[in-house]
């Protein structure tokens, strides 16, 4: 039955929409076996906000706190089709309700953390631009909250989850590596009450989703980065380093010893770092002949960039797949599209699905 499931979902394209409910990913079941998928990103409907009129929607509950419950119980039974190195990203929003906030974002992270849920990261989605407000004593809505998702373990070493920083630096290095994001609204016309921007989706797949898992083991490869010996040549002082670096006929193991000591060597970077002192005599003759060549140059190899060096994989020598993405509340469908831009694979789930561009 496993064998059966894996092999039918080769036959899906590379983005598929299915019509079901959130609550009951039952159809799920004809194509993927269970941890079947990388990373689940979604947005789900904001309390309150628009009446669908359909029988099964979620985000008309009479309280705040009955929608955050009914949204928790349906985010938790997610956690069987979620690999163990995945994680889930969910959109958030909140509402005015007789003239107050009623705090969905912390309800539903207060929630989800007594269901034993971990959450990674709460990012702050900030819209330059939104809706204004008709009311006088209310500020514009100017952002959302992303949590960033693990399910309950049983051991904390379990814990570890797919988180690739360096994709989000090289493929957009305009995006924040902070938790604060600042992303348009979508103005795309799909015909969607309340457009997913591909940019948060993109920049949440670039982090969470990997881009080779074993299709036997299921382990992703996992990348390996290192401090690069190119600088940012866009800087005067950059390529002044890089000049002193090649007349002074320093190595690798210079450069290295450089990362090692850091700044804290000297001045107030010795007395606070707790690193200071520990590096062998060698790593300390090395930086001391670095820092004569380079001079006060040397500090710009102690923060050099990153590069990609390789990959960690597993040892079955087997065939690789590309990332699969979940969105359960597939709206416009803007998570399918911003992976199948990054090559991933993904199928969303809609009470009322839209039709896929081009279909």
């Known amino acids: 039955m496993l064998d059966n499931q894996i092999n039918n979902h080769h036959h899906l394209q590379s983005i598929e929409v299915l019509e079901g409910n959130a609550r009951h990913l039952d159809k799920l079941s004809h194509y993927f076996p269970a941890q079947g998928f990388d990373v689940i990103v979604t947005s789900p409907p904001y309390w309150q906000r628009r009446d669908y009129e359909h029988p ?12 955050v419950e009914t949204l928790a119980d349906t985010v938790a039974g997610w956690a069987q089709w979620l ?5 889930i990203f969910i959109n958030l929003a909140d509402t005015h309700y007789k003239g107050f906030l009623v705090g969905v974002p ?5 929630a989800m953390r007594k269901r034993g849920w971990h959450v990674a990261h709460r990012v702050i989605w900030s819209k330059p631009s939104s809706v204004p407000t008709s009311s006088s004593k209310r500020l514009a809505s100017r952002h959302e909250t992303v949590l960033q998702l693990v399910a309950p373990r049983k051991r904390k070493s379990d814990l570890n989850y797919y988180f690739d ?9 305009k995006a924040e590596i902070g938790d604060v994001w600042h992303v348009s609204p979508s103005r795309r016309l799909s015909g969607h ?4 921007p591909v940019e948060l989706v993109r ?3 670039l982090l969470a989703c990997p881009e080779q898992v074993c299709e036997t083991c299921g382990k992703p490869f996992t990348r390996l980065v290192g401090p690069s010996e190119i600088l940012d040549d866009k800087r005067p002082q950059a390529r002044r380093a890089m000049e002193l670096f090649q007349e002074s006929g320093l190595t690798k193991e210079h450069l290295a010893a450089i990362r090692a000591v850091g700044i804290s060597d000297a001045g107030m970077g010795k007395k606070l770092q707790k690193g200071s002192g520990r590096n062998s005599a060698y790593i300390q003759k090395l930086a001391i002949e670095a820092k004569a060549a380079l001079g006060g140059y040397f500090r710009e190899y102690t923060f050099a960039p990153k590069e990609h060096l390789g990959w960690e994989t597993c040892s079955c020598n087997t065939c690789v797949r590309p990332g699969w993405v979940l969105d359960p509340f597939a709206g416009s469908n ?3 599209y911003a992976a199948q831009e990054l090559g991933f694979r993904a199928v969303g789930v809609d009470l009322t699905p839209h039709p896929l561009l081009g279909r």
């Not at 009450?193 to 997913?196: D, K, R, Y």
């Open 193 to 196: 009450v309340a457009p997913f």
């Open 165 to 173: 920083r360096f994709a989000l630096t090289k493929y957009n290095p």
């Open 334 to 336: 803007t998570s399918l």
């Open 56 to 67: 099964d929607q979620l985000g008309q509950e009479k309280t705040p706190e009955q929608f």
């Open 203 to 205: 920049r949440i797949l």
């Open 83 to 87: 690999a163990s190195h995945g994680s």
């Open 106 to 110: 912390i309800l539903f992270e207060i």
